[in-house]
């Protein structure tokens, strides 16, 4: 399936893929990971970041939304995810529903996987 990913989409899936499974899994996963990094391009271009809220304390990923011109930075990519993988991911949706686990960052992503 083809699905289109903006930059805190591909941070935050990349977050909930399983971290175990068989070897055939776990292969197609980190290829997949592979896909989502940002290309040395996409990393000069968004200059992604974590950085600590002062308030919360909370960690945030930060990235650049404009160009040195002022231009806006595209945020959208296409990715072709393969079917066991897109079952993964939407298997990790669920049990994040079902556990009351899931936040606002999820939901684009539930609404993509989740049939």
């Known amino acids: 399936m083809k699905v289109t990913l903006g930059v805190i989409q591909r941070a935050v899936v990349a977050n909930i893929l399983p971290k175990e499974g068989n070897i055939t899994n776990m292969r197609l996963l980190r290829e997949f990971r592979e896909m989502l990094s940002f290309t040395e391009e996409e990393n000069k271009l968004y200059q992604p970041r974590y950085e600590v809220d002062g308030k919360s304390k909370q960690q945030m990923f930060i990235y650049r939304t404009v160009d040195d011109e002022g231009q806006l930075v595209p945020q959208e990519k296409e990715f072709e995810v393969g079917d066991v993988v897109a079952k993964l991911i939407e ?17 684009d992503l539930y609404n993509t996987f989740v049939t």
């Open 91 to 107: 298997g990790e949706l669920k049990e994040l529903d079902k556990a009351g686990k899931l936040k606002d960052e999820h939901i």
